[in-house]
């Protein structure tokens, strides 16, 4: 199971979105997909092993974007809408005059 999945699954039901540390979880999702994939390319590996890497790989990145559009993405909009600033909207993009 992906480092996030056992993260997300071990929160309590009651606990927010914010209450993660999405950040944490993301960066060890990179980790562990970048580690996958290393594995994968090594040559080392049967075709059937490759293929339930492959698997493991897919839901690894599968757990990662939900993180993203579930909860990194919703709070960085939220942090710039406080800030007075759409960086994620593609509005008010700095431009140096």
């Known amino acids: 199971m ?10 309590p ?9 999405a950040t944490k979880l ?4 990179h980790k562990e997909v970048s580690e996958l994939f290393e594995k994968f390319e090594s040559g080392r590996l049967t075709p059937a092993k490759k293929e339930a890497l492959a698997k ?8 990662h974007a ?4 579930e909860i990194f993405y ?3 909009r939220e942090a710039a809408k406080r800030a ?9 993009a700095c431009v140096d005059q």
Do not use: F, H, N, W
Request: aromatic fraction near 2%.
């Open 2 to 11: 992906p480092y996030a999945a056992k993260e997300m699954s071990r929160a």
């Open 13 to 21: 039901r009651s606990s927010s979105p914010k209450s993660i540390d």
């Open 26 to 29: 993301l960066k060890a999702d």
């Open 56 to 63: 493991q790989i897919c839901t690894a990145l599968t757990v």
């Open 66 to 69: 939900q993180i993203e559009e």
């Open 74 to 76: 919703p709070a960085a």
């Open 84 to 92: 007075d600033q759409s960086m994620l909207d593609g509005g008010g």
